[in-house]
């Protein structure tokens, strides 16, 4: 991601269930590369489906150190 560090922070189950911290786990907006702060990009497509309709079948290959099912329940936090 064009050198953006994003530490993934751990979540619970019941962050993930009740949501409302979306902004201590996001990155600041002028930490975001530019390339991800709009238009219909493949990875604002993904989140979008995934947000809306949910996604099956869905395979992620993370970046070499970091841990698949930490770094999912922070998405999920987020997108709750």
């Known amino acids: 991601m064009n050198g953006i560090k ?3 922070q751990e979540v619970t ?14 990155p600041t ?3 975001i ?3 991800f702060r709009e ?7 993904l ?6 309709c949910g996604l099956k079948s869905c ?4 970046k070499e150190g970091i841990d698949t099912g930490k770094a999912l329940k922070h998405i999920k936090a987020i997108l709750r």
């Open 59 to 62: 395979k992620w290959m993370p």
């Open 33 to 35: 590369p530019e390339e």
């Open 13 to 26: 189950d019941l962050d993930i269930v009740f949501g409302g911290w979306a902004m201590e786990l996001l």
């Open 6 to 8: 994003i530490q993934v």
């Open 47 to 52: 989140i979008s489906t995934w947000f809306f």
């Open 39 to 45: 238009g219909r990009k493949k990875w604002n497509k």
């Open 29 to 31: 907006y002028n930490e």
